[in-house]
């Protein structure tokens, strides 16, 4: 295990305080809670690691990202939080799971135990898939658990994998659905469980080998970032190509005609399909396909997108939701109908930030890009 003082350096923790004004204005949690901002971090790792180790401050950290884009890529203050997170783990510390723990547990079951949701019982008539091998593989991810496990959030997963498949149908493409796959381990590698990430990491690439996959297409932003840069970083990577289903389908937008939509979007760029994978312009490809669409762009967008409020099922408290709501005001003050999306967890967040219970302050319908572009294909 690499000490603080080396992971200081590693990721240029220290840089923080010749930008701190600009990172204190930046981080979304910093702007809601004045007990937190980068530079005490920062302070903290230099003046007492051991204390760093046990401070809520590394669990109230969003690992958004907008650090390095603040600090022109010089300081990783994410990386370097998941790294103090494992030592924090492996010392009896962790963070607050939110929804009972129950999603990290289900995961941690799927890392070492033979307990894994149903991964095609969800597949209608109408969805075209190959079983066992195939050139173009599918994955599913959380999908399936967070419709059970959180209806009243309406989360819509399995509609967007429905849709996803129904796109990929349209072209052509009949992918494999694996029944043997597991969780890909983003929240269990970011809550300090490396060893619980790394069992499901080599469960699930053995089962993409075996599939004989040359494809690998993905819906959710965490799944991806984790298949494409956190599996080859522990465990050496997939020998096949990884992409975002938007990145797919945006490829291939002259074969797909869709239906008029008259509506005033805008598009909130998740945090791992952002700044973790570089993708921003083909969900907005899409969205400019579909006829009648009018995409205006919030103040904090692309490589500032501002995070969703809430990372790896970990800290979702007050400070979330006035995230959540500042970023909702922020499509509402660009005259948008509707805030669209390519995460199901940041339409998640952002669908409960909109319930009354939780002083629902802004009227936002947010939708999934993915089942738009589905429920909008002719022919």
């Known amino acids: 295990m690499i000490e603080i003082d080396k992971l200081v350096e590693q990721y240029n923790i220290l840089d923080v305080g010749e930008h701190a004004e600009k990172l204190n204005e930046t981080c979304p949690v910093a702007g809601v809670n004045l007990e937190f901002s980068p530079e005490k971090i920062a302070m903290l790792a230099k003046k007492d690691p051991g204390a760093l180790v046990e401070s809520p401050l590394i669990w109230e950290c969003l690992a958004c990202g907008l650090c390095r884009q603040v600090t022109e890529q ?33 995961q941690r079951l799927s890392a070492f135990t033979s307990a894994n949701p149903r991964r095609t019982g969800w597949i209608n008539e109408a969805l075209k898939v190959e079983s066992g091998k195939g050139k173009y593989l599918y994955w599913v991810g959380g999908a399936p658990f967070f419709d059970a496990v959180m209806p009243e959030l309406k989360p819509a997963a399995l509609d967007s994998a429905r849709a996803a498949i129904l796109l990929l149908n349209k072209l052509g493409v009949r992918p494999v659905v694996l029944e043997n796959e597991r969780f890909s381990g983003h929240d269990l590698l970011w809550t300090g469980d490396t060893k619980g990430f790394r069992s499901l990491a080599d469960q699930n690439m053995l089962a993409i080998k075996n599939s004989g996959a040359k494809v690998l297409i993905v819906s959710s932003p965490e799944d991806y970032y984790t298949l494409a840069k956190s599996y080859a970083e522990y465990s050496g990577g997939l020998d096949c190509e990884i992409c975002h289903i938007t990145e797919f389908v945006a490829n291939h937008l002259s074969e797909l005609k869709f239906s008029e939509y008259r509506q005033r979007v805008t598009y909130h760029d998740p945090c791992r399909l952002g700044r973790g994978m570089g993708v921003y312009d083909a969900p907005r490809e899409i969205l400019r396909a579909i006829p009648g669409v009018e995409l205006v762009e919030m103040k904090n967008t692309r490589d500032y997108s501002s995070c969703c409020g809430t990372s790896c099922w970990t800290n979702c408290n007050r400070y979330s939701k006035l995230i959540q709501i500042n970023r909702l005001r922020e499509a509402a003050s660009v005259g948008a109908e509707a805030l669209v999306t390519t995460c199901w967890e940041c339409a998640i967040h952002f669908n409960c930030a909109t319930r009354p219970e939780a002083w629902r302050q802004v009227f936002m319908d947010v939708s999934d890009l993915t089942v738009l572009a589905a429920s909008l294909l002719q022919g």
Request: no cysteine.
């Open 74 to 106: 010089r300081v990783d203050m994410s990386l370097f939080i998941r790294n103090v997170r494992e030592q924090a783990s492996n010392s009896g510390f962790h963070g607050t799971e939110t929804h009972g723990g129950m999603l990290i547990t289900t």
